[in-house]
Every structure is written in C-alpha cells, then in structure tokens.
C-alpha cells in the first residue's frame, strides 16, 4: 500500500523560499513518475509539477521558472524546491503519483504573507 508524508511547509515572505518534501513508502519512485499537487481551500486540487523516472519535468505555468522538482532514487522522497513565493502561493501541497492513487497525505500547509 502506498504510503505519502509530506513536511517543509510553513509561513514565509513573498520572495522567499521553501523545499517541500515527501517521503513515499510502497512503491519506488525511480520507476513511476511523481508529482505535486497543490490545493486551495474549496477547489481541488491541481498538478503543479511532475517528474518522470527518467527526471524530465513539467510544470504548471503558474510557477515554471519559480519551483523545481525532483526526487530522490536512494531515499525514495520527492521534493519541490519553492522560490520566488508569491501570495498566490498560500495553498496545501501534496504529492502522489503523476496517474493519482486514491491514497493521499496530510500535505504540507504553504502560507505566504507579509
């Protein structure tokens, strides 16, 4: 059964920067492409980046050039290194794969705010 935990949030500055990341247990990541997703309260939730076993990457428009992701074969985590945060930003973060289980995490909560 897969299993994800996602940590690195918190509240920050626009400008400023965070690296979101999440442990995956049941499956490996170097043979399933992995993505983040983020959700803003009352919608659903969207993918804003994705990497494939091979690592290429694609993005949301919204935040090419300001996030990159990338995963870990060894340690089996996924991260998503957040810079350049804007307000627009403040969203829960999840991961899961790019072809979503049904099971997902408790996210990460991103706040950004002056």
């Known amino acids: 059964q897969v299993q994800l935990v996602e940590s690195g949030g918190g509240s920050v500055q626009p400008g400023g920067t965070l690296r979101l990341s999440c442990g995956v247990s049941?499956?490996?990541?170097?043979?399933?492409?992995m993505a983040w997703y983020r959700q803003y309260p009352g919608k659903q939730r969207e993918l804003i980046a994705a990497v494939t076993p091979s690592d290429s990457t694609d993005y949301h428009d919204s935040v090419k050039g300001r996030f990159t992701i990338s995963k870990d074969d060894q340690r089996n985590t996924v991260s998503l290194q957040m810079d350049g945060l804007i307000p627009e930003d403040t969203a829960r973060y999840y991961c899961?794969?790019?072809?979503?289980?049904?099971?997902w995490g408790q996210g990460t909560q991103v706040t950004i705010s002056s």
């Open positions: 899961n794969g790019r072809v979503q289980w049904s099971t």
């Open positions: 049941g499956v490996r990541v170097n043979i399933i492409a």
